[in-house]
C-alpha cells in the first residue's frame, strides 16, 4: 500500500507533452486553431507541418491550392476521422471484413475580427 501512495503522489505532477510539440520545441498553437492543441490547424498547420509531416508517403508535393480548410475568408472546416479496417481470408477463402470508426470530430472556426475567433468541435461518435 506504501508504494502505491507514493507512486500516486510523485504521479501527480507529470504532464503529458503532444509529440511534434516537444520534438520540435514550439508551442501547440503554432499549429493549432485551439492554443491547447489538438483539433482545427491553422494555416501553418496545414500549409506547412501537415503537408510535409503526416502524410502517408513523404516526399508528395502538396500545393496551396490542395486544401487549405478555408470555405470564406474567415470560416475554417476541418475533420478527424480514422476507421480501422480488419480483413481476414481464412483456408477456403471466404473473406470476412470489419470495419471500426475510431474517431469522428467535425471542426469549425469563425474569425468574426482580429483576436476575436467562434471555435466549434462536434463528435460524431
Do not use: W
Amino acid at each position: 500500500m506504501k508504494y502505491f501512495l507514493l507512486t500516486f503522489i510523485l504521479s501527480s505532477p507529470l504532464l503529458a507533452l503532444p509529440r511534434f510539440s516537444a520534438e520540435n520545441g514550439v508551442s501547440c498553437n503554432l499549429c493549432h486553431v485551439n492554443p491547447t492543441g489538438s483539433g482545427l490547424r491553422n494555416d501553418y498547420g496545414i500549409s506547412l507541418f501537415s503537408m510535409e509531416e503526416l502524410p502517408m508517403e513523404k516526399g508528395i508535393k502538396f500545393t496551396d491550392a490542395d486544401y487549405t480548410g478555408k470555405i470564406m475568408k474567415n470560416l475554417r472546416f476541418g475533420a478527424d476521422l480514422r476507421f480501422q479496417v480488419l480483413s481476414h481470408t481464412d483456408s477456403q477463402e471466404e473473406s470476412r471484413t470489419a470495419y471500426f470508426p475510431m474517431q469522428g470530430d467535425l471542426y469549425g472556426n469563425l474569425t468574426v475580427s482580429k483576436g476575436v475567433e467562434v471555435y466549434v468541435k462536434q463528435d460524431l461518435l
